[in-house]
């Protein structure tokens, strides 16, 4: 028996029997623009070199004498406190008491950090210092942060590998010390 097709309805599109509609690609796509926007952007802000702002403006008006004389009197000063509180730090010693060695050895580490401390701040806040006077106060608070890395690396100020910062060290002292006459 043949049977007439069916003109039954459509089956609603929850039911399994339907195929199921093609997703809508449109999100999609509009997040890959995004996302791809978005990384343009970025990379392009990392590599666009930096401006640099040092080089635009213009010098500050030149320092007085007066300025100038303030200045050195005050870095001079500072210099003074620190190498006077190094020759302390240096002439004491501990003795045969371990204790006392450390407390010493650690007294001295102090003053080498305090000290080059000190100094690169009193120097920055005396903008009209000499050119020359500054330059050997920062290798001298160099050469003091490196003999303090030494230092606490173990060795000793009769290291071979600590005689250049020692030498260094004594340049830049007697630099200063010529220059605060």
Wanted: glycine share 4%; charged share 15%.
């Amino acid at each position: 028996m043949v049977h007439p097709p069916s003109t039954a309805p459509a089956p609603p599109p929850w039911l399994p029997g339907r195929a199921p509609r093609r997703p809508r690609r449109w999100p999609t796509v509009a997040w890959v623009v995004a996302v791809t926007v978005v990384a343009g952007i970025a990379i392009a802000g990392w590599l666009r070199p930096v401006p640099n702002h040092n080089s635009s403006a213009s010098p500050g008006p030149a320092a007085s004498d007066q300025q100038i004389a303030t200045a050195k009197t005050n870095v001079c000063a500072a210099f003074e406190k620190v190498d006077h509180a190094l020759a302390l730090a240096y002439a004491r010693n501990g003795g045969s008491d371990p204790t006392a060695q450390l407390a010493v050895a650690t007294s001295t580490q102090m003053a080498l950090d305090a000290g080059s401390r000190y100094i690169s701040t009193t120097l920055a806040e005396e903008p009209a210092t000499p050119a020359d006077l500054a330059t050997a106060v920062r290798k001298q608070t160099d050469a003091y942060q490196k003999a303090l890395i030494g230092f606490l690396n173990g060795l000793t100020v009769s290291d071979p590998s600590q005689q250049p910062t020692v030498h260094a060290s004594d340049e830049a002292t007697t630099t200063i010390r010529q220059l605060c006459k």
